[in-house]
């Protein structure tokens, strides 16, 4: 049943944009967890891009987290496009964290992180479009959570520091700092598929039709301050 309703929401949302990924910025799919907001964002890609389960040029996302750049100032929940793709493969890198064990005792643990290189393409303030290479990391875009896990966002860290064992030195926080803000990896975009979001997302955004998806095990009230 849930299977049925999400291809019926699904249709409908192709049927508002004239099944055209370029038409897709007039029409949104509102779900109410991150989880089924995943699943829109296969379905609806399935059509688009069918067999392409990695991200294309012409796919339709939006930043989860502030980026910041020379050139501009990417926000948390503003929509781009993937405008290239520019390397074949995913770029795997396998980082060892030190974090807590369950005995209170620091462990080891292997944490690995997939990144790609892309054009990508947003709009000024103005409106206009504007495209930029940028590298993304991977483990976000593809599963169904909001964030970069801690374990992740540590190791994203601690690949920095592996690179730039120099800057581990005492007196060197200023350059470590800078170093920090223009580096590539530690500053990989993190993005989701746009097609589908949450209602926390959603909020403050206008669209010309959207299609809100309201079944959920939350409590009542929680469900209704989706239609808030």
Known sequence: MVRQKCSGIRRSYLDSCDRKVSRTGESIIIASSNRQVAEYNRLVREYFFTG?????????????????????CITNGEFGM???VLSPHSELISVDISVKGDTGDMVKRKVNLSFRDVIL??????????????????NLLYN????????????LYVHFLNRHPELRRKGNEQ???????????????????????????AQGSEWKTVFLQCQTHQKAGDAANLLI
Do not use: C, W
């Open 52 to 72: 392409q389960q990695q991200m294309v040029a012409g796919d339709k996302v939006i930043s989860v987290a502030n980026h910041y750049r020379a050139d501009a």
């Open 82 to 84: 993937i405008k290239e």
């Open 121 to 138: 393409g947003f709009r000024n303030d103005y409106g206009e479009p504007f495209f930029f290479e940028a590298k993304i990391v991977e």
């Open 144 to 155: 169904d959570q909001p964030t970069l896990s801690s374990d992740e966002h540590k190791a």
């Open 175 to 201: 350059k470590l700092r800078i170093a920090l803000l223009q580096d590539p990896y530690f500053n990989a975009f993190k993005l989701k598929f746009g097609y589908s979001i949450t209602g926390h997302k």
